[in-house]
């Protein structure tokens, strides 16, 4: 691989709903630009960018894929996503290191889920963007339909750089609209453009010229003077159109034959801005780098994927700090990436994608800089992930794995979390959907040979009590030695909710001495841990001791607090217990027509809808649940919505679970409880 000037660079990204062709259009590419003497296919596992055992056995893509790919003095950085909204987290990150977003839409499909949520990223960063119309070899496919619908969608000019030539299986070409070449069959040979579009031609390109023109003011006085640019300003004003996007430019391709190939090969090289084109980020000095993607190796170890985005980086023996930490890092080797292979390299430019390993410190979002001159960019705002599971190791070999394995995936994936619920015990692994989970299962066993199983995560109960209950216990233990003896009688009542415990000594005349309150009290806690009536924590009660009996040898504290467990037990069980579940509160952005639909749904898992509010097309649904209805929420709400809804949730406070469902649990309790003594 060679070393490449910043102008000579290229970084764009690749969006889109699943299976639209990003994929197979980078292996277009290869071959096109003769990197590659055979264009690679999904299906056959054969594509370097979906080298994942995973993405293999699914033939679709899971992590982002660098694929650089040579032609005529530059390097185009291709940036492969994944469309399946669950790995958005790879969408959001790569955007931030592309200077050009491809917009994917499949050519029978139209806009879909996905497309939409492209469109959102590559707003959000406000990237340079452009549309590619994908797999127009497809029968039915309908590129005009496919244009009328981006018109409405994006709120910008719309205009194609070139014209397809035939359609559905007679796609046979694409006309570059600049160059008026007509690029013909799989390998682009150019031919004469078909005369009966000769027309369309001249009318498509006056749109462009326009589009063009006000990419620079100049250009436009140009244009307005002589009716017309020449290619040179024509490629110019392009480039500066696209990059401040002051429209939308179109492309068409069919990656799966080529078809389109080298006509984008052409269009990136000459109007994709390239990193120097477009502005630097504030106050860098010296070598900065910005992390964009971490991959934990199982062999190699840590990798970290950047991009320099100030001054260059030489391998040897660089330091560099992270400016999250204020830690050196040492980078001996540089490399860069093609799929999963690293190819060591001396020197890379401003712009350009790298990858080193074995770095202490970095993690994904991270700056690393030169030590006279500490800089921050800003951190890469993930997706929060709201699908939660329990794993189970499966033996004890994967007990011992599993802590340091998780935390190595989550890592790699900042829209994956992990944590032990201190409450329940579980270890709990959260990401952006049912997909995201299973894959990130099957990552475990593949990577780390670990292999769990998951669960739906146990509900954090709690037991509390209604009313006041009393209860007078004796405890008496005389077997040969030793005996034990002590008397409380206890008294609970509820405090107010969210008040915890409180304890009163109300013991008058010294019937029980001053010196056993704190073993009580111990009593009273190990029982407040366990829980009575359901095996949950106990919350919000008042215990008050009373009064009670002590005996001047037998005694002790062992037996005040054994004592206290059992008087402690009778008096909640007497006072009405009840169990709390946790509440939380649900923001729910959904398209108007699905509101009624999504309402509907929360009011069979006992949801309470605060408020409904309209936002441009949206509707915000503000609603409390209780967490035990809504665990797999995501799922109802992917199918409610086609994957157009999106949801937010928050711990709000604990409610009475109703007696019905509550019996259910206590009941399930002392079967479990039951069996365990057994
Ligand atoms: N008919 C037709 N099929 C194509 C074309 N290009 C790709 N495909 C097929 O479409 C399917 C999806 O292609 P991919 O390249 O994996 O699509 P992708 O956008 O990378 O999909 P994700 O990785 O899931 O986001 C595969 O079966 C391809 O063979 C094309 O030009 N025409
Ligand atoms: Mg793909």
């Known amino acids: 691989m060679n070393e490449y000037a910043t102008d000579k660079l290229r970084n764009v990204v690749l969006l889109g709903h699943g299976a639209s062709g990003k994929t197979t259009f980078t292996e277009a590419l290869l071959f096109a630009a003769g990197n590659t003497t055979r264009q690679g ?6 594509t370097l960018a979906d080298y994942d055992t995973e993405e ?29 909204p669950d790995f958005a987290g790879e ?15 499949d050519a029978v499909a139209g806009i879909e889920v996905g497309t939409e949520l492209a469109m959102q990223t590559v707003e959000d960063a406000q990237t340079p963007r452009g549309v590619v119309i994908s797999r127009m070899d497809r029968e039915n496919a309908n590129f005009s339909q496919v244009l009328a619908s981006l018109h409405e969608a994006f709120h910008s000019n719309i205009v194609p750089l070139m014209l397809p030539v035939g359609s559905q299986t007679g796609f046979s070409g694409v006309i570059d609209l600049v160059s008026r070449k007509y690029l013909k069959g799989p390998k682009g040979d150019v031919a004469e453009v078909p005369p009966d579009m000769a027309g369309e031609v001249e009318q498509a390109r006056e749109k462009l010229l326009e589009a063009a023109a006000e990419g620079e003011d100049d250009l436009m006085e140009k244009y307005f003077d002589a009716g017309t640019l ?17 429209f939308v430019p179109v492309f068409y391709v069919a990656p799966a034959s080529g078809i389109g190939a080298s006509a984008m090969l052409y269009s990136l090289v000459n109007y994709a801005p390239a990193p120097s084109d477009m502005p630097a980020p504030q106050g860098l000095q010296g070598t900065v780098l910005f992390v964009y993607k971490t991959v934990a190796d199982p062999f190699v170890g840590k990798v970290s994927y950047f991009r320099v985005m100030n001054g260059s980086l030489h391998g040897g023996d660089t330091r560099l700090v992270v400016s999250r930490t204020n830690s050196e890092e040492r980078i001996s080797t540089v490399y860069v990436p093609r799929g999963q292979e690293q190819m060591p390299i001396g020197q890379l430019n401003c712009g350009d ?53 998780l935390t190595r995936i989550c890592e790699e994936d900042p829209s ?18 049912q997909n995201h989970i299973e894959v990130a299962i099957a990552k475990l066993h593949n990577k780390f040979g670990v292999d769990v199983e998951t669960t739906i995560p146990k509900v954090e109960y709690h037991e509390a009590i209604t009313k006041h209950g009393q209860s007078r216990y004796r405890h008496k233990k005389q077997t040969g030695g030793a005996g034990q003896f002590a008397e409380i009688e206890m008294a609970v009542e509820p405090t107010a909710p969210g008040a915890g415990y409180e304890f009163e000594w109300k013991v008058f005349g010294g019937a029980i001495s001053n010196s056993y309150q704190s073993s009580i009290e111990k009593g009273i806690r190990s029982v407040m841990e366990t829980g009575v009536v359901a095996g949950y924590t106990v919350s919000d009660v008042k215990c008050m001791v009373l009064d009670g009996k002590e005996h001047p040898v037998d005694s002790k504290p062992i037996a005040f607090e054994i004592c206290s467990r059992r008087v402690f037990r009778e008096a909640f069980e007497l006072a009405g217990p009840i169990l709390l579940e946790p509440i939380y509160r649900f923001t729910i952005f ?29 509707a915000v649904i503000t609603a409390d649940a209780p967490l035990a209805e809504m665990q797999r929420y995501s799922n109802d709400l992917r199918s409610l919505t086609q ?9 709000d406070r604990y409610a009475q679970v109703p007696s019905h469902l509550a019996q259910a649990i206590i009941t399930k309790h002392k079967a479990e409880r039951k069996e365990e003594e057994e």
Request: aromatic share 6%; glycine share 6%; hydrophobic share 40%.
């Open 56 to 84: 293999k056995r699914r033939s679709q893509s899971l992590n982002l894929s660098v694929i650089p790919v040579e032609w005529k003095d530059h390097k185009i950085n291709l940036l492969d996503t994944p469309g399946f």
């Open 643 to 651: 994957g157009r809804g999106i949801y937010e949730q928050k711990f």
């Open 590 to 618: 959904v398209p108007e027509d699905n509101a009624g639909d999504v309402m509907g749904n929360l009011n069979t898992k006992r949801a309470q809808i605060v408020s409904m509010e309209q936002v441009g097309n949206k």
């Open 416 to 433: 994956l979390h992990w944590n032990t619920e201190a409450a329940t015990s579980e270890m709990i692994l959260r990401g952006m959907g």
């Open 230 to 246: 020449d290619d040179q300003d024509f490629i110019r004003g392009l480039r500066s159109a696209i990059r401040k996007r002051s």
């Open 353 to 405: 994608l790298g990858i080193v390993t074995k770095l202490a410190q970095a993690q994904t979002g991270d700056t690393l800089c030169d030590r006279q001159h500490v800089v921050a960019l800003p951190h890469i705002e993930f997706p929060n992930p709201l699908f939660a599971v329990a794993v189970h190791p499966r033996s004890k070999n994967d007990t011992a794995k599993l802590s340091p394995s």
């Open 41 to 46: 296919r999904v299906e056959d596992g054969t």
């Open 91 to 105: 969408m959001k990150s790569t955007v931030r290191v592309a200077d050009l977003a491809l917009i994917f839409v």
